[in-house]
């Protein structure tokens, strides 16, 4: 049976927005005989299908077909996680995720080794409560991502071999080591009891993982993954019946086992001052509360109280005479069934951390206990149901939204959330931040430094390869396929960009990327880092320059975009420097009022520059300077002293001095105009609507003011010099002793003069190529857990980053040093090529597809100074791009001596390395 889940959310309680802010309407203040736009429609409107169907056996198929979409998003998830650890063995759930990635296909091929073959992206997680497979890809993709999770549930411990089991807990070991969270291990161990399956740490321990055998591993397999536990989610452009029949065929017949995991008790709050040991450099003190299940409809409430808080906290802080605490940040730990509500209080320097907490513990109360403006409130409640909208819109993510929904009892649309949101008030606000938020319920924890953590583990075992025709990074290709051009079918959902002029030059495009409520507007003035002397100036005149907050109107604009939801953002790049604004489209009259007046509009900081070099000169004293000095070396050695791509920061007091008033006055004045600024718009929004706005507020010069700006000022058209290509100075390595590190930091770059052009998709196959390459450093050996290659756009370079197991740095350097002579003298050229090329065009094709990577690559694009056209023929460019372009490249930007080092970690680590390793003339990185 397949019955249909049809969900059409109509949602007009947004529109008591405009009202509730009285006189915040953005168009109050303004000449309404000249302003006569009209608003947009306040209410959300989705309208999604979807067919929910249970088989026998317990498994459950959510698919939701999307005609805009030419890919399916496949999510698979399992109800096994942390929380069904053996108490003995934290991270073994962790660790299977891991081990789930090597089950073989029916062809005999592991699946890690498949999926790129198969999939546009692919990945998986373990959180407390579940365990996640995803992959995204093609139509003709679902088949084999069914297959994916029939051999997870077949899973055969026999076929396991204890080089790959020995392997992977290496790298997992790696995992804890690179992402460094003792300290947060300590909280889950402070605030769950021992008793508590949410105790143990979330991935493991080093101690942990050492002692995990085989027959562990198949013992926990057979107690958890089990059909009668398993959600599929499929999205995208799927046919639900076709869907239903290949998971009947492939999981159906799968045999249920009953699954019975840990009790959850519910979370006490006793003894609520505590000490934790952790690896912390200092005391800290950190506030615990306790949350409602995020089944309960309450946790979408407690939510919108405590993302409140975090708004309203830093004002009232500031207002505090005496104050104790700096600041405070938030965040949610723990698992569904249980969640805590972190907040790490930042004291006053010189000030007692319980005090401080104390002080952040009495103003939380204060705040969900007094009736708050309005606006404020709005802000929360309108920044959640843009996030929610967001989740579901994404070709990322849509798929795990929904299985979020269905892992709830009772199951929960997301449309649930967005009308539990429209019905909540102020009022509300105040009842459910007081039951959950009150200064008694608050777990006080005291964070003292633990010495002891901050020591590797014992037991790294030193293992042989795995046999390299088993383990390589990609399934084999036919190597004649390097020769023919690929095949690739463009989005059914293709964006045709709208561009238009306005009078004053300023060139605008407008992208529909979705049919979601959703909308980004990005300002690209042409002008960045490289265009000033010292890059401080250009980094700095973004902030140098605000609205003017003593006229009415302005401070209304604020307030309005402020409590429809939306955000305002400031990037200062190389070569450009961009303003956004995101939001809901049903506000985007708010959106684009208010963005223009911040981003255009601007009147000079009384003092700005005197307070930037007194704050600077702060960081500079304390230690910073060493640290800017060292970048500045390495950029040195890279593109040649004085190259342009080598963005000198003040570092002195001498060159602070070059940052002054009248320096930002003249350089804001020069590069922010209409005819040097690009306006892009993305999202789901009313074109026609939106066309209008622009043109009133970007375009119409009565709206500017001619004695602070000069928007709508013409000027003479400059074509910027040529980027040079790099000299490299004589330097190949530097290296970075850090005491007590467990992890070899290493970071390896190629210079180039631009990542754009005709030669963008070469250089995207050959990233591609030396990823799969450096990614043999956790295949073969098992000392790595994220190592990679990328491109650095802003800093034009090919990058070569990662950790190492510190202890094993004589084995991993060589290594890698091998991979990178393989590239060079192209061993088995034409084969590799063919594996990087499918994957650079799937990931092509992926960022065409999904609204959010589309509207970030066109704005990448433009800041380049390239054509949008450059993002939409990409995939064409990879389809057939041949051989011989990565040969050139690779002739042209890896020889021998050309690149530059940066190794970090303990001095023995240190010196293992350059033992093992001939990396030419080296220095230290601070000197």
Same mark, same amino acid.
């Given at each position: 049976? $397949?019955?249909?889940?049809?969900?059409?959310?109509?949602?007009?309680?947004?529109?008591?927005?405009?009202?509730?802010?009285?006189?915040?309407?953005?168009?109050?203040?303004?000449?309404?005989?000249?302003?006569?736009?009209?608003?947009?429609?306040?209410?959300?409107?989705?309208?999604?299908?979807? @067919?929910?169907?249970?088989?026998?056996?317990?498994?459950?198929?959510?698919?939701?077909?999307?005609?805009?979409?030419?890919?399916?998003?496949?999510?698979?998830?399992?109800?096994?996680?942390?929380?069904?650890?053996?108490?003995?063995? *934290?991270?073994?759930?962790?660790?299977?995720?891991?081990?789930?990635?090597?089950?073989?296909?029916?062809?005999?091929?592991?699946?890690?080794?498949?999926?790129?073959?198969?999939?546009?992206?692919?990945?998986?997680?373990?959180?407390?409560? =579940?365990?996640?497979?995803?992959?995204?890809?093609?139509?003709?993709?679902?088949?084999?991502?069914?297959?994916?999770?029939?051999?997870?549930?077949?899973?055969?411990?026999?076929?396991?071999?204890?080089?790959?089991?020995?392997?992977?807990?290496?790298?997992?070991?790696?995992?804890?080591?690179?992402?460094?969270?003792? =300290?947060?291990?300590?909280?889950?161990?402070?605030?769950?009891?021992?008793?508590?399956?949410?105790?143990?740490?979330?991935?493991?321990?080093?101690?942990?993982?050492?002692?995990?055998?085989?027959?562990?591993?198949?013992?926990?397999?057979?107690?958890?993954?089990?059909?009668?536990?398993?959600?599929?989610?499929?999205?995208?452009?799927?046919?639900?019946?076709?869907?239903?029949?290949?998971?009947?065929?492939? $999981?159906?017949?799968?045999?249920?086992?009953?699954?019975?995991?840990?009790?959850?008790?519910?979370?006490?709050?006793?003894?609520?001052?505590?000490?934790?040991?952790?690896?912390?450099?200092?005391?800290?003190?950190?506030?615990?509360?306790?949350?409602?299940?995020?089944?309960?409809?309450?946790?979408?409430?407690?939510?919108?109280?405590?993302?409140?808080?975090?708004?309203?906290?830093?004002?009232?802080?500031?207002?505090?005479?005496?104050?104790?605490?700096?600041?405070?940040?938030?965040?949610?730990?723990?698992?569904?069934?249980?969640?805590?509500?972190?907040?790490?209080?930042?004291?006053?320097?010189?000030?007692?951390?319980?005090?401080?907490?104390?002080?952040?513990?009495?103003?939380?109360?204060?705040?969900?206990?007094?009736?708050? *403006?309005?606006?404020?409130?709005?802000?929360?409640?309108?920044?959640?149901?843009?996030?929610?909208?967001?989740?579901?819109?994404?070709?990322?993510?849509?798929?795990?939204?929904?299985?979020?929904?269905?892992?709830?009892?009772?199951?929960?649309?997301?449309?649930?959330?967005?009308?539990?949101?429209?019905?909540?008030?102020?009022?509300?606000?105040?009842?459910?931040?007081?039951?959950?938020?009150?200064?008694?319920?608050?777990?006080?924890?005291?964070?003292?430094?633990?010495?002891?953590?901050?020591?590797?583990?014992?037991?790294?075992?030193?293992?042989?390869?795995?046999?390299?025709?088993?383990?390589?990074?990609?399934?084999?290709?036919?190597?004649?396929?390097?020769?023919?051009?690929?095949?690739?079918?463009?989005?059914?959902?293709?964006? @045709?960009?709208?561009?238009?002029?306005?009078?004053?030059?300023?060139?605008?495009?407008?992208?529909?990327?979705?049919?979601?409520?959703?909308?980004?507007?990005?300002?690209?003035?042409?002008?960045?880092?490289?265009?000033?002397?010292?890059?401080?100036?250009?980094?700095?005149?973004?902030?140098?320059?605000?609205?003017? /907050?003593?006229?009415?109107?302005? =401070?209304?604009?604020?307030?309005?975009?402020?409590?429809?939801?939306?955000?305002?953002?400031?990037?200062?790049?190389?070569?450009?420097?961009?303003?956004?604004?995101?939001?809901?489209?049903?506000?985007?009259?708010?959106?684009?009022?208010?963005?223009?007046?911040?981003?255009?509009?601007?009147?000079?900081?009384?003092?700005?520059?005197?307070?930037?070099?007194?704050? @600077?000169?702060?960081?500079?004293?304390?230690?910073?300077?060493?640290?800017?000095?060292?970048?500045?070396?390495?950029?040195?050695?890279? =593109?040649?002293?004085?190259?342009?791509?080598?963005?000198?920061?003040?570092?002195?007091?001498?060159?602070?001095?070059?940052?002054?008033?009248?320096?930002?006055?003249?350089?804001?004045?020069?590069?922010?105009?209409?005819?040097?600024?690009?306006?892009?718009?993305?999202?789901?929004?009313?074109?026609?609507?939106?066309?209008?706005?622009?043109?009133?507020?970007?375009?119409?010069?009565?709206?500017?003011?001619?004695?602070?700006?000069?928007?709508?000022? *013409?000027?003479?058209?400059?074509?910027?010099?040529?980027?040079?290509?790099?000299?490299?100075?004589?330097?190949?390595?530097?290296?970075?002793?850090?005491?007590?590190?467990?992890?070899?930091?290493?970071?390896?770059?190629?210079?180039?003069?631009?990542?754009?052009?005709?030669?963008?998709?070469? $250089?995207?196959?050959?990233?591609?190529?030396?990823?799969?390459?450096?990614?043999?450093?956790?295949?073969?050996?098992?000392?790595?857990?994220?190592?990679?290659?990328?491109?650095?756009?802003?800093? *034009?370079?090919?990058?070569?980053?990662?950790?190492?197991?510190?202890?094993?740095?004589?084995?991993?350097?060589?290594?890698? /040093?091998?991979?990178?002579?393989?590239?060079?003298?192209?061993?088995?050229?034409?084969?590799?090529?063919?594996?990087?090329?499918?994957?650079?065009?799937?990931?092509?094709?992926?960022?065409?597809?999904?609204?959010?990577?589309?509207?970030?690559?066109?704005?990448?694009?433009?800041?380049?100074?390239?054509?949008?056209?450059?993002?939409?023929?990409?995939?064409?460019?990879?389809?057939?791009?041949?051989?011989?372009?990565?040969?050139?490249?690779?002739?042209?930007?890896?020889?021998?001596?050309?690149?530059?080092?940066?190794?970090?970690?303990?001095?023995?680590?240190?010196?293992?390395?350059?033992?093992?390793?001939?990396?030419?003339?080296?220095?230290?990185?601070?000197?």
């Amino acid at each position: 049976m $397949l019955p249909g889940w049809r969900h059409r959310l109509v949602s007009g309680a947004a529109a008591a927005l405009v009202s509730l802010l009285g006189c915040a309407n953005p168009r109050a203040g303004f000449d309404q005989r000249r302003l006569e736009l009209p608003e947009p429609s306040r209410e959300i409107e989705t309208d999604v299908v979807g @067919k929910l169907a249970t088989l026998e056996n317990g498994v459950r198929l959510f698919v939701v077909q999307d005609p805009k979409s030419a890919l399916i998003e496949f999510d698979v998830r399992h109800h096994v996680g942390a929380r069904d650890d053996p108490p003995q063995l *934290p991270g073994l759930a962790h660790l299977v995720e891991h081990l789930m990635f090597e089950v073989e296909t029916e062809a005999g091929v592991p699946v890690m080794l498949d999926l790129p073959d198969s999939s546009l992206h692919f990945g998986g997680f373990t959180t407390a409560d =579940w365990t996640h497979y995803q992959h995204l890809g093609p139509p003709d993709s679902l088949e084999r991502s069914v297959e994916y999770a029939q051999a997870r549930l077949g899973f055969d411990c026999e076929a396991l071999e204890d080089s790959v089991l020995e392997r992977e807990v290496e790298v997992v070991r790696n995992e804890l080591r690179y992402r460094r969270l003792g =300290w947060l291990d300590a909280i889950y161990r402070a605030v769950y009891p021992q008793s508590h399956p949410y105790h143990a740490a979330l991935g493991g321990d080093e101690a942990s993982l050492a002692r995990v055998t085989r027959q562990d591993v198949c013992d926990f397999v057979t107690r958890y993954y089990s059909p009668s536990t398993t959600d599929v989610v499929i999205t995208g452009d799927v046919e639900p019946q076709r869907a239903l029949e290949l998971v009947k065929t492939r $999981l159906g017949p799968l045999a249920p086992k009953p699954v019975q995991r840990r009790a959850l008790p519910v979370l006490q709050t006793q003894a609520r001052d505590r000490v934790v040991r952790a690896p912390v450099s200092g005391p800290a003190t950190v506030l615990a509360y306790a949350l409602p299940s995020e089944a309960d409809r309450a946790s979408i409430e407690v939510e919108v109280a405590w993302r409140t808080a975090t708004l309203v906290l830093p004002r009232l802080l500031e207002d505090r005479k005496h104050r104790k605490a700096q600041s405070a940040q938030f965040f949610v730990v723990g698992g569904r069934d249980a969640p805590v509500l972190l907040v790490d209080v930042v004291p006053v320097a010189g000030e007692d951390p319980s005090k401080a907490a104390a002080e952040v513990r009495a103003v939380i109360d204060d705040i969900v206990s007094t009736p708050l *403006p309005p606006e404020v409130y709005e802000r929360s409640r309108q920044r959640i149901r843009r996030s929610v909208l967001s989740s579901v819109a994404s070709t990322l993510e849509s798929a795990s939204a929904y299985a979020d929904a269905l892992s709830s009892e009772p199951s929960r649309f997301y449309g649930d959330d967005l009308h539990t949101l429209d019905a909540m008030n102020p009022q509300r606000l105040q009842e459910v931040g007081s039951r959950y938020l009150q200064a008694s319920s608050a777990i006080r924890l005291s964070v003292v430094p633990d010495p002891a953590s901050e020591e590797a583990s014992e037991g790294a075992r030193s293992l042989g390869r795995v046999d390299p025709g088993h383990a390589g990074w990609r399934a084999p290709v036919d190597p004649a396929e390097a020769q023919r051009d690929l095949p690739f079918v463009a989005s059914s959902g293709d964006v @045709k960009p709208t561009s238009f002029t306005l009078d004053n030059g300023l060139e605008v495009m407008l992208l529909q990327t979705t049919d979601f409520p959703l909308m980004e507007a990005t300002m690209i003035v042409h002008a960045g880092l490289r265009d000033a002397e010292v890059s401080d100036v250009a980094a700095v005149v973004p902030h140098a320059f605000r609205p003017d /907050f003593s006229a009415i109107e302005t =401070w209304q604009l604020a307030r309005a975009f402020e409590a429809s939801g939306s955000v305002f953002s400031i990037d200062a790049g190389a070569n450009a420097i961009s303003y956004q604004a995101r939001g809901m489209s049903i506000y985007l009259d708010m959106v684009l009022a208010w963005f223009s007046e911040r981003a255009l509009n601007g009147v000079p900081t009384e003092n700005l520059a005197f307070h930037y070099r007194d704050t @600077k000169l702060d960081l500079v004293e304390s230690g910073e300077a060493e640290a800017l000095l060292g970048q500045a070396r390495v950029a040195d050695a890279l =593109w040649g002293v004085g190259h342009p791509n080598t963005l000198r920061s003040a570092v002195s007091r001498r060159e602070l001095r070059r940052v002054t008033d009248r320096r930002l006055r003249l350089w804001y004045q020069e590069h922010l105009r209409a005819d040097n600024a690009t306006l892009v718009v993305t999202g789901g929004f009313d074109e026609a609507l939106v066309r209008r706005y622009v043109r009133v507020y970007f375009g119409d010069r009565q709206f500017r003011r001619p004695d602070i700006t000069r928007w709508n000022t *013409p000027s003479p058209a400059r074509a910027r010099a040529r980027i040079p290509e790099p000299r490299p100075g004589e330097t190949r390595v530097f290296t970075e002793v850090v005491p007590g590190a467990l992890q070899l930091q290493v970071e390896m770059s190629f210079p180039l003069a631009g990542t754009w052009g005709e030669a963008r998709a070469g $250089l995207l196959i050959l990233v591609e190529m030396l990823d799969a390459e450096v990614q043999r450093l956790r295949r073969e050996y098992g000392v790595a857990y994220s190592f990679d290659a990328f491109i650095d756009d802003e800093q *034009p370079r090919i990058v070569v980053q990662g950790q190492v197991d510190g202890r094993r740095a004589s084995e991993a350097l060589p290594a890698l /040093f091998e991979s990178l002579e393989r590239l060079r003298r192209g061993d088995d050229l034409d084969r590799r090529f063919a594996a990087a090329r499918r994957v650079v065009l799937h990931r092509a094709i992926l960022r065409r597809d999904d609204p959010s990577a589309f509207s970030e690559a066109v704005v990448a694009a433009l800041r380049a100074g390239v054509e949008v056209d450059t993002v939409m023929d990409l995939p064409r460019a990879v389809a057939t791009a041949r051989p011989g372009q990565v040969r050139a490249l690779v002739g042209a930007i890896m020889p021998h001596g050309r690149s530059v080092t940066v190794l970090s970690g303990t001095s023995s680590a240190i010196e293992a390395a350059q033992d093992a390793v001939d990396f030419g003339p080296t220095a230290a990185l601070a000197p």
